[in-house]
């Protein structure tokens, strides 16, 4: 069971990422958008949404310092187990309720306006569902493992970065050992869990707008200019031209 | 130089009679969707009036367009790239519908399923939005033919400056149309809000157009632009605006809104320009100057040199044919009677506008003098201050030179033609009291009177030997094509697009051979009426039905 779950599972849910968002940036580009609802309301969308996005910037920051950096190498430049805590604690503690707050706005904009609610397809609720569920799980390991101590020993508070993100990292390596996540806390065990099932969502819903991060425009021209067949392999309609039908160049 | 070839538009207010055919043929060409029932591609403003959306020409509410900044470079005028990318969670310039308005429909089949009364049932509106029950309280030509202007038209961004002196005339106020598309411009403001660069301008014919694949809702093009012609699709969740109608650009012919044009006022041709000078000729400091500085960039394809550049340029010979005879230039270049529609946004317009001069006309006509004197006309012209700066607002920044002279060429061009139409011998001084000769006078009127459709659209096809491939042209075999009316799994609008002349032919084709009645089927919740017949309903035209209605 255990392989299952901290092996095979993260694996299929990974795959199903990847391949998904291949899939559905090949077939369905005109869907790729963040179907916005702006337009309908926006009044609590001026606090909603930037609370809960600059939130979740910091969340995902959180995140990659706190799996992906290993605890030798802070250890390294001579940060202190307790230094880093306080730091992730603080951190988290601030972008948490900033997501936190801004999901509560949104998901009461959602729910209460009229139009946006009917704008509101069956796979947004289901993605709500989880999207929540891993940030209120998030939010209480923070909170539990911290400030209640639960899960962590002689005084110190629960160390993820012994078990969790070593194991999270060896998925990577491709050799993840299922043994560092039998014994973490339950609360952090349903959160790695169901995060993996929201990856798994990932590319049938909306939040494959978070892949058109326009980081781009930075640094591109104003204007763009194109000609007419100018992308590659669409000739000059629509559609490529049938074998044998290309252009001649 | 780095000559490139605008397809441009001069639009002859004076001819305008506010029918609204341009626009109602224009959204059912494309607007008749699920998420477009806002979208005006084009619409038809009276001035004075608020415009659609309300006030969008108040640009320190909405921020659109450019500014100068005073090192002399160009920003655009709601902020940096940094500071577009900082509010893209929520964009804090962004019209809601209300400035528009909320869509609606009726609920008609309380009309057709009432049973025999003694007072009529009645179809009460519903929100588009919400399919809830709504009280109509605005729409996109509430304050047509001035209509509650005391309360709407006063609020006009326009009148800023002169709005005492023109309320106080109000009886005998001026009023025009003001018909609208997208400008197209030649440094469009939408293309560099947009995060995503899917807006983008064609080289072959300057054409501004969204790569729907490439949009990804971000919205800030809808705020970038100055005159709000790029729309926001609700249902689909990506941009759209006035296409110039490029698949029948490319064939040759006209836009939908010039080829229905009533009153035939529209001008389609070529423009040269010099694409190189554009920024520089954006960035000049003073607003007054943007006019002339605009003109300045553009080419003229009759001079060889030009000519020659343009065809190293790869500029195809019939093109630059079609630039020489293009009536658009010569409105703009050798009249000097078409003017940008507020240039002081710096985004370099290219649908132009010749001021209208009938309120000077039938102010001059209603105190009895003879309307068709030059003398009379000159006179009114200088001392009908209110509605030249008016104009002056619109077209030049606030500067009452340029629109006085074309308004004394106007005026002068009817006292030409009158003693002609008279009998009488052409007068040349009045052509040269405006700086023209008679023949370029007599040439003008030709143009602005009576042009044929050849004359007023002058269109070079795109290439020939790219005819069978291009965008949406029904030379494709419809067989080709799926042609399922259903929504795609993400919803509406996603899936691959079928060209709308083949939805067209299927559904013709569906009807003709259905035994029952079926109506204009959908996919990806656009209803359309392109060949509906009035029989049965077509898909999408109204929400389904919740069950415990039926």
């Known amino acids: ?249 | 130089m780095k000559i490139m070839a605008q397809m441009a538009m001069v639009m002859n207010l004076d001819k305008c009679i506010g029918c609204h055919t341009c626009s109602v043929t224009c959204k059912q060409a494309w607007t008749n969707r699920a998420g477009t029932e806002y979208v005006w591609f084009n619409n038809v403003e009276t001035r004075p009036g608020l415009g659609y959306p309300r006030t969008y020409e108040d640009q320190e509410t909405w921020e659109g367009g450019w500014v100068r900044k005073s090192n002399g470079r160009l920003t655009l005028k709601a902020g940096g790239r940094w500071k577009k990318l900082a509010t893209i969670f929520s964009n804090p310039k962004l019209p809601s519908i209300e400035d528009y308005y909320e869509p609606w429909t009726y609920d008609y089949a309380t009309l057709l399923n009432s049973p025999s009364t003694s007072t009529f049932p009645v179809a009460k509106p519903k929100s588009l939005i919400s399919g809830k029950q709504m009280n109509i309280t605005w729409s996109a030509n509430w304050d047509d033919d001035l209509g509650g202007s005391r309360e709407h038209a006063a609020k006009d961004p326009m009148l800023k400056g002169i709005e005492d002196k023109v309320k106080f005339e109000f009886e005998q106020t001026f009023m025009f149309y003001l018909p609208r598309i997208c400008e197209h411009c030649l440094n469009p403001s939408c293309a560099a809000s947009c995060p995503s660069g899917a807006i983008y301008k064609r080289s072959e014919d300057g054409i501004v157009l969204v790569d729907q694949d490439k949009c990804r809702g971000w919205r800030m093009c809808v705020s970038g632009c100055p005159y709000k012609k790029v729309y926001f699709n609700h249902k689909t969740g990506k941009a759209e605006k006035c296409t110039f109608c490029y698949p029948r650009i490319e064939v040759g012919i006209p836009t939908v809104c010039a080829e229905t044009c009533v009153g035939r006022l529209r001008y389609i041709g070529l423009m040269l320009y010099d694409a190189d000078r554009v920024l520089e000729a954006a960035s000049v400091e003073n607003d007054h100057d943007l006019y002339e500085a605009q003109r300045s960039v553009f080419l003229d394809p009759n001079d060889p040199e030009v000519a020659r550049e343009a065809e190293r340029a790869g500029i195809p010979l019939d093109w630059i044919e079609a630039a020489k005879k293009s009536p658009v230039r010569r409105l703009i270049q050798d009249y000097k009677v078409a003017l940008p529609l507020h240039p002081e946004y710096r985004t370099m317009p290219m649908v132009w506008y010749i001021p209208p001069l009938s309120p000077v006309v039938d102010v001059v006509r209603d105190t009895g003098h003879d309307a068709e004197d030059k003398g009379n006309l000159f006179a009114a012209i200088e001392a009908l201050r209110i509605p030249v700066e008016y104009l002056a607002n619109l077209f030049t920044a606030g500067d009452v030179g340029p629109v006085n002279d074309v308004l004394r060429k106007l005026a002068a061009m009817r006292s030409f033609m009158r003693d002609i139409n008279l009998g009488g011998d052409p007068d040349e001084s009045i052509a040269e009291a405006v700086g023209m000769d008679a023949e370029s006078m007599y040439e003008m009127f030709r143009l602005l009177a009576i042009a044929k459709y050849e004359d007023r659209y002058v269109i070079p096809t795109a290439h020939v030997e790219q005819a069978h491939g291009l965008e949406e042209l029904a030379t494709e075999c419809p067989v080709d094509f799926d042609y399922e009316p259903t929504t795609g799994v993400f919803g509406e609008g996603s899936g691959d697009l079928t060209p709308v002349a083949v939805e067209n032919f299927r559904m013709l084709e569906e009807r003709q051979q259905s035994d029952q009645l079926v109506g204009g089927g959908s996919k990806r919740g656009r209803v359309n009426l392109l060949n509906w017949d009035g029989k049965g309903a077509p898909r999408g035209l109204f929400p389904h039905r919740k069950k415990q209605d039926q």
């Open chain 1, 1 to 249: 069971m255990s392989t299952f779950l901290w092996v095979i599972f993260p694996y299929i849910c990974l795959a199903v990422f990847v391949v998904g968002h291949w899939w559905r940036y090949r077939y369905d580009k005109f869907g790729w958008t963040t179907r916005s609802s702006q337009l309908y309301e926006s009044r609590l969308l001026r606090w909603g949404s930037p609370l809960f996005h600059f939130g979740l910037l910091g969340v995902v920051g959180g995140h990659i310092i706190g799996l992906l950096i290993p605890q030798t190498w802070t250890d390294a430049v001579g940060i202190s187990e307790t230094a880093y805590h306080w730091v992730a604690v603080i951190g988290g503690m601030i972008s948490g309720i900033m997501v936190m707050v801004g999901l509560v706005i949104l998901i009461y904009r959602r729910r209460t306006v009229g139009p946006v609610f009917s704008a509101t397809t069956p796979m947004d609720k289901t993605m709500y569902f989880f999207l929540a569920l891993v940030i209120v799980l998030g939010m209480w390991n923070t909170i539990a493992s911290s400030i209640f101590g639960l899960g962590g020993s002689e005084g110190h508070s629960f160390n993820y970065r012994e078990s969790v993100s070593v194991w999270f990292r060896q998925i990577f390596y491709g050799q993840p050992d299922a043994s560092l996540m039998t014994d973490v806390p339950f609360g952090f065990q349903l959160h790695a869990l169901v995060a993996f099932f929201l990856f798994a969502l990932w590319p049938f819903t909306r939040l494959v707008h978070v892949f058109s991060a326009p980081v781009g425009y930075i640094t591109r021209p104003y204007i763009v200019y194109r000609t007419k067949d100018e992308r590659e392999g669409t000739g000059v309609g629509s559609r490529a031209p049938g074998r044998g039908w290309e252009r001649v160049q």
